[in-house]
């Protein structure tokens, strides 16, 4: 079963950040997820995505826009992530790189509120059960 944990941490390694935490198949789920995206132009929100557990009071609303913005906070720790078709491709690609090991990618966008972060192989339940409030 696909993994991918989303959480919202406040001053995270220097910024706010959303993380994302996967293992392979939650990768290749939020890969797929995102190509959807891009390729149909349809909103959808990243806990649509298989073996999804994200964060009380977090929300993610994925976007194909004309215009590449990046991670907008609509409010509190409701999110819109923004980005063109080129700018989803160029995160899609970040992410099938990290398919060879434990590793984390920062996906920034022209102009994030918040800094995103995919990690795999580096966070586990330990960490999570620590750090998710």
Known sequence: MAS???GFFEDFKGADT????VEHEGL???I????AVASSGRRMKISACPGSVVQSGVAVDLLRTVGDTGLVRASGTEFVWHRSEDGW???IEKL?????GAC???????????RIMVSIGEY???WWQRHDS
């Open 89 to 91: 491709a160029e995160v």
């Open 4 to 6: 991918i944990r989303v």
């Open 28 to 30: 290749n789920a939020l």
């Open 96 to 100: 099938a790189a990290m398919r060879t």
């Open 124 to 126: 586990g339940d330990a």
């Open 104 to 114: 984390h990618q920062y996906l920034d966008g022209p102009r994030d509120a918040v």
């Open 18 to 21: 959303l993380l994302l935490d």
């Open 32 to 35: 797929a997820l995102l190509q």
